[in-house]
């Protein structure tokens, strides 16, 4: 089945230059090239994307008008558990010492943000979702280098396996 049978290549450059957003620029950037002669196969292996994937796009630039085509529509996903400004509220308290906010650790840990959320906010986050909350607050856990001294750093204590070290900011 040819693709894009309608659409100019003229067309596309104009949507292209329309856009915003690495995904928007890339369906076009891929359109383009599949216009130019590239097979899908190849788009596919270019783009590290599945070969379904390069067809369903091309299929869309087909059958809706570019500056819809390009974008994904919304998705409502689940909602958050915290709201924005506890969100906020949150993510300053993670920059500060666990001490500021009444807890006896000198770095935070999955499980001390799980149980600060929890008396705080009163809602209950998994250990992997509270690491993942950690990163998006901005902090990146920092391993014990080999050899060092764990001296005034916390163990990790939730059950990984990981030596020593400490959550920091970014």
Do not use: N
């Amino acid at each position: 089945m040819g693709h894009l049978a309608d659409v100019s290549v003229e067309d596309l450059q104009r949507a292209l230059d329309e856009v915003e957003g690495t995904k928007p620029t890339q369906r076009l950037m891929v359109a383009i090239a599949y216009k130019h002669g590239v097979t899908q196969t190849e788009l596919a292996e270019w783009y590290d994307v599945q070969r379904r994937t390069i067809y369903s796009w091309l299929k869309r630039l087909d059958e809706e008008p570019l500056p819809e085509a390009v974008y994904d529509d919304e998705r409502s996903g689940r909602p958050r558990k915290l709201s924005a400004s506890q969100q906020a509220a949150f993510r300053d308290t993670l920059h500060e010492s666990p001490r500021e906010a009444g807890y006896d650790a000198s770095s935070w840990s999955p499980e001390l943000v799980q149980q600060y959320l929890a008396e705080s906010f009163d809602v209950e986050y998994s250990i992997p979702s509270c690491r993942r909350l950690m990163k998006e607050a901005g902090l990146r856990y920092r391993p014990a280098s080999r050899g060092s001294g764990t001296a005034g750093r916390e163990k990790s204590t939730d059950g990984d396996g990981r030596r020593a070290g400490e959550w920091v900011p970014k």
